[in-house]
Each structure stands twice: as structure tokens, then as C-alpha cells.
């Protein structure tokens, strides 16, 4: 069965702080690894898909990599707008759903 | 495109009774997923329609649940002699039938069982 485990649980940044998150899988056939962000009583918003060791992805102050065990979420310089829950998914090559993460809870302090 | 939408937004039952709730999809996209999301957790997999047939049922999904996308729009999904371990956020999401696979949430409806 698939597996996530991200890392770690919660995050306090100082603005400016720049941080990493980390995600761990285990995957028969990793199809996709994807981020979201999680506002609290939201759905997850979309970030990033990631679909083989070694891609990149950047999005403003935020860029994902992957390898073939984990994936990072940097924070560079994070404003107190980036204080969320990050959810980290991945999709198994023959399966349909998405297997989620516990999330990582990142606060942001002016 | 307007996004996921999900309705409705709050529901607040008592045990024993009935609920239904709805979700339409982004409007080219032909499949579609059920997720429950409780506090402090991931969202977890339900079920999953690609156009009118559902696919897939995750063993989460027990008898007292019952989905359904007919023509392969908008979809409900009811939940029979509500139990208060149900109380939970329910997530639908959609995404196209192309080569892209990131799945596209709507805002969820935050179900509580009295």
C-alpha cells in the first residue's frame, strides 16, 4: 500500500526564514507526486505536479524537487500570507486516487 | 472555468438521519473524486467516477454510502443512518481526461453529526 509521511508535523518561520518541508513515499510506480496548500476550512489548492527524480518545479517563493524516496518543499523568504498546510500526494502508476500526507503546518510571523 | 463546486458548504445532522450532499465538477473534466478529510489529516480516497461509472470504492466506503454521477455531470453523495464518526470534510475533485493528472478540489463540505 501506498505511503506519506511528511515532515515535520509544524513549522514557525520568522518572515524571511527560509525552511524546508519534506515528504516521504513509498509507491509501487510513482505515476505523480503532487503538492497542495490547505487553508484552514478550505479544499486544497493545486501547487505542483512532480513526475520523475531529478524534476523541479517553482512557483514564486515556493520550489519542489523530487527524488526517488522524497520530495522538498522550499520556502524561500516566506511572508506571513505563506501560512498554510502543505499536503504532499502521491499517485500510484495504476491506481486513480490520490494518497495524501498528514500535512505540514507552517506558520509565518511578521 | 469556475472550479469545483460543492454544496452544500455546512451541514449540521443529527445521528440516525439522512444527508446528500453535491459536487460539480470543472465543466470538460470527466472524472471525479470523493475524499473525506478529518481534522489534523490528509484527505482520504472514497471513490472515483470517470464520466457516469464509478471505478473504484475504497473499503472506507461502507454500505451506508452511496455515490452517484448521472450523465456524468454533477455528482451526490449520500451517507444513510448518519453515524457520529462520520462527522468529517468531505472534498470532491475533478480533472480531465488528458495527460495531466493533478486533480482540481472544490471547497468542501464540512459535515457534523449531533
Known amino acids: 500500500e501506498d505511503q506519506v509521511t511528511q515532515s515535520p508535523e509544524a513549522l514557525r518561520l520568522q518572515e524571511g526564514e527560509s525552511s524546508s518541508l519534506n515528504c516521504s513515499y513509498t509507491?509501487?510506480?510513482?505515476?505523480?507526486l503532487f503538492w497542495y496548500r490547505q487553508d484552514p476550512g478550505k479544499g486544497p489548492e493545486f501547487l505542483f505536479t512532480?513526475?520523475?527524480a531529478g524534476e523541479e518545479k517553482e512557483k514564486e517563493r515556493l520550489k519542489a524537487t523530487l527524488t526517488k524516496k522524497e520530495s522538498f518543499l522550499h520556502i524561500t523568504a516566506p511572508k506571513p500570507e505563506d501560512s498554510a498546510t502543505y499536503l504532499c500526494?502521491?499517485?500510484?502508476?495504476?491506481?486513480?486516487?490520490?494518497?495524501f500526507g498528514a500535512g505540514t503546518t507552517v506558520t509565518v510571523r511578521a | 472555468d469556475t472550479g469545483v463546486s460543492q454544496n452544500p458548504r455546512h451541514k449540521i445532522t443529527k445521528r440516525g438521519q439522512n444527508v446528500t450532499f453535491r459536487c460539480d465538477p470543472i465543466s470538460e473534466h470527466n472524472r471525479l473524486y470523493w475524499y473525506r478529510q478529518t481534522l489534523g489529516q490528509g484527505p482520504e480516497f472514497l471513490t472515483y467516477f470517470q464520466n457516469e461509472a464509478q471505478l473504484e470504492k475504497s473499503r472506507l466506503l461502507s454500505d451506508r454510502f452511496s455515490a452517484e454521477r448521472p450523465k456524468g455531470s454533477f455528482s451526490t453523495l449520500e451517507i444513510q443512518r448518519t453515524e457520529q464518526g462520520d462527522s468529517a470534510m468531505y472534498l470532491c475533485a475533478s480533472r480531465d481526461g488528458q495527460g495531466q493528472y493533478e486533480q482540481y478540489f472544490g471547497p468542501g463540505t464540512r459535515l457534523t453529526v449531533t
Open positions: 512532480l513526475y520523475s
Open positions: 509507491v509501487s510506480g510513482l505515476r505523480g
Open positions: 500526494a502521491v499517485q500510484a502508476g495504476n491506481d486513480y486516487k490520490l494518497s
